[in-house]
């Protein structure tokens, strides 16, 4: 019989590749995965304790709030705010940076999370998920302060998610490959199911909401036309599959091969920058593609490079093998100068704004 490797187990024999680590970082790791049991209990016990359904609250995008999206995010902010592992957290559900209480101690990371993605489909019994990051503290002093969560992704110490699908997985890499764990239900635990994932070579899928196609810009279009073979040198189409929860479509993207993207427009949106959040959503799973071996690009360049200035930035995102998210910037390049000048002057104007 093959060994069995819970998540604890692998986290600790990653810990020893690190002998002057005091473990803090390995604990925090378990404490993420704890945190999605729990959420995953919830998850599929929804529909049975009416907590599905949505609340009065809406957060700062001005999208109204599930239940289940407090509920993951009060309980990811619980299992973690006196650990003293962390100085600070952020959380898309949250308008500013989450100080740790007053009577807790402060540890050298800040985590980062959007408790629960792709939450419009909570109520049609479709795959949902959690993301997360973690940078270390760069400031001084024991709070952590935006200075400290807002750093680029290339600098993450860590990032996953959780797909509530038809099992529950996590998914995280501490910058030494990336790892899944399928949660076994029957012992409550997460157990190693996908070792070292590589993004195959071979893509088999587009993923994109091409219901918004009206508001693409034409070097978008014409991208998509190559992925359907139609434009270009005639190769064999990728069939689309879209789920609308990132999670979901990034994670079979992963394992088959091939690319999402939610692109910049000029219409639809007041701003050139997309809807993906780069704190919560874009940094975390590019972190995840590039140890996969892919790539993540706001259409322009990597986004592991970007320098932030907002914790609720968003940004245009192609994700997924290399070759395709480089063809996507090619065909940007070639035939939306436009757009390239709008979304860089935004950019620019946007760190100003931010000092
Ligand atoms: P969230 O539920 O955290 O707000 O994220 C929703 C995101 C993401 O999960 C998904 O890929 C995307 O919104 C879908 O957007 P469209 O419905 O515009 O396609
Ligand atoms: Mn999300
Ligand atoms: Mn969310």
Known sequence: MAPIITIERHILDQQRLYPDSTGAFSQMLYDIALSAKIIARETTRAGLVGILGASDDHNVYGEQQQKLDLFANDMIFKMNDHTGRLCAMASEENDTLIPIP??????????????????????????????????????????????????????????????????????????????????DPSVGEFLLSHENIRVPNTAKYYSANQGYEKYWTPGVRRFTKWLQGIEGEGREPLAHRYIGSLVADFHRNLLRGGIFYYPGDMQKRTEPAGKMRLMFEAQALAFLADQAGGYASDGVGNILDIQPHDLHQRVPMFIGNRDLVVTAETYIRNYDQDWVKAYTAFREKQAVFSG
């Open 102 to 183: 007053a009577q807790f101690k402060t540890g050298k990371y800040v985590l980062l999370y959007d408790p629960l993605d792709g939450s419009s489909n909570i109520d049609v019994n479709v795959s949902i998920g959690t993301i997360f990051s973690v940078h270390r503290k760069i400031s001084k002093g024991d709070q952590g302060t935006l200075e400290d969560a807002l750093q680029p992704g290339r600098r993450l110490a860590a990032a996953g998610y959780v797909v509530y699908g038809s099992s529950t997985m996590m998914v995280y890499s501490a910058g030494n490959g990336v790892h899944g764990f399928t949660l």
